[in-house]
């Protein structure tokens, strides 16, 4: 799903489990009208560490899972996030970077093994 990030919520805590949430807007045009939608994607484990780099603003691209169970004879659905890929807005400021690549060496050495 791509969309922009509204926003990004601290880390939350129940028992051993720790996560985010991020808020992702996504917006369609209808006979000339636009319309927005606002999702909300749950973020734990190791992906806590990707939402570090992101920011409010960035134009991203989300891959999740989507989860259900039953409690109680009621239905609760979250959207797992599993990656993201961002790119800053155009013109827009910010302290937020890209994940980088490494950079590439015209020396190699059986010490400079990149796994």
């Not at 805590?13 to 209808?30: A, D, I, P």
């Not at 939402?51 to 169970?69: K, M, P, Q, T, Y």
């Amino acid at each position: 799903m791509k969309g922009v990030v509204s926003s990004v919520s601290d880390v939350q805590q129940r028992g051993n489990f720790e996560w985010r949430n991020l808020f992702l807007t996504t917006s369609k045009e209808v006979n000339g009208k636009e319309y927005n939608d606002v999702f909300e994607f749950q973020v734990s484990g190791k992906n806590l560490d990707t939402l570090s780099e992101a920011c409010v603003g960035c134009d991203a691209e989300i891959f999740f899972n989507i989860r259900s169970r039953e409690y109680n004879g009621k239905y609760y659905t979250n959207l797992a996030m599993w990656k993201m890929d961002y790119e800053p807005k155009k013109g827009q400021p910010g302290n937020y970077s890209k994940p980088a690549s490494a950079p590439a060496s015209t020396e190699t050495s059986d010490d400079d093994l990149l796994f």
